[in-house]
């Protein structure tokens, strides 16, 4: 099996770490991943939700956000991978 990457970095407080299987609270960051949102006609970005222009006080955005590694999500990934290669490719399984 090859090598983990492993590269971590520090922005703004939040610890990003690459091949780390350790969920890491980014303590104080906020993230828009549970937010829909469109952009208008001049640049303005709306949220779905509400109709009005979107701002980080909406409550679809969530603070102290998790990352990091999840079995169930790598292990179907790799298989929606591997399955799209293989028809792709015609390759037998």
Known sequence: ????????????????CLGSKTPIVSKGAQSTRACTLTEEPFGTIINVAT???????????????????NEAAATA????VKDVVRTTFKLAY
């Not at 099996?1 to 990003?16: D, G, Q, S, T, Y």
């Not at 990934?77 to 929606?80: E, F, H, I, M, S």
């Open 1 to 16: 099996m090859p090598a983990r990457l492993r590269r971590c970095w520090h922005k703004e407080k939040a610890i990003v």
């Open 51 to 69: 109709r009005e222009p979107f701002t980080y006080k909406d409550p679809c955005v969530e603070v102290d956000p998790h990352s990091g590694y």
């Open 77 to 80: 990934t790799r298989k929606a």
